[in-house]
């Protein structure tokens, strides 16, 4: 079987950067969602990673038949119950710890009320999640997981990244994952290591 183009399919940014540097060197010619003519939306409506990510990867398979990445990630706090987890993107937005006001942008307002939640308490362990599906229209898909274990900051630092990183020390580390280049957050971030476990998996599929 052979594959010579998938899609990924994130509108965030600081996703498709960092997909597009793990899967540079696969031989396989990597498109986004802004390169495609027609836009669907695809809502992310389940209550598991996984499940929301198979309906990303299954709907735009199907809508624009080419191979497709999905992915659905975020971050679970052991101290609020794994919580903002699937609801990381719009954790400001949900009834959950009351609403956060959106000041300067949604990172920021998601950031501010974990932190708000977190004041005072002793235990501030966090752990990043990824589960990445890719689906072939005409053939399968396969699905991988990683994870990225560390803590929440008092405050946010750092400028790299996206989303939750400026507030995310990765365990064996004393700075944020705002403050890693992108090589070294690929390196151990749940993404990186779910990206590798899906390439070897696709690896192994192609060349049987
Ligand atoms: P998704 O688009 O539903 O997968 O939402 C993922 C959300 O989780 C993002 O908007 C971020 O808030 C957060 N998130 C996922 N991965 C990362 C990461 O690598 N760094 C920081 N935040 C992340």
Not at 66 to 93: H, N, Q, T
Not at 107 to 123: M, P, Q, V, Y
Request: glycine share 8%; charged share 35%.
């Amino acid at each position: 079987m052979q594959i010579d183009k998938v899609l990924i399919a994130t509108t965030n940014k600081g996703k498709l950067k960092e997909f597009k540097q793990l899967l540079s060197n696969i031989g396989i010619e990597v498109l986004s969602l802004e390169d495609m003519k027609e836009k669907i939306d695809v809502e992310e409506n389940k209550k598991t990673f996984l499940e929301n990510a198979i309906k990303k990867a299954k709907e735009y398979a199907k809508f624009y038949k080419i191979p497709v990445i999905a992915e659905d990630a975020g971050l679970e706090v052991e101290e609020l119950g794994r919580y903002p987890g699937v609801y990381s993107a719009r954790f400001y937005d949900i009834e959950f710890g009351g609403k956060e006001p959106v000041k300067d942008n949604k990172d920021k307002a998601n950031i501010n009320k974990l932190l708000r939640l977190l004041e005072g308490k002793e235990n501030r362990k966090a752990r990043f999640v990824s589960v990445i599906v890719f689906y072939n229209p005409e053939d399968f898909g396969i699905w991988a997981e990683g994870y990225c274990k560390g803590k929440i900051a008092k405050k946010p630092v750092g400028e790299g990244g996206f989303g939750y990183d400026p507030i995310f020390i990765p365990e064996g580390y004393k700075k944020t994952m705002a403050q890693l280049t992108s090589e070294e957050k690929n390196k151990i971030s749940h993404r990186g290591k779910a990206v590798r476990k899906l390439i070897s998996i696709l690896k192994k599929i192609i060349t049987a």
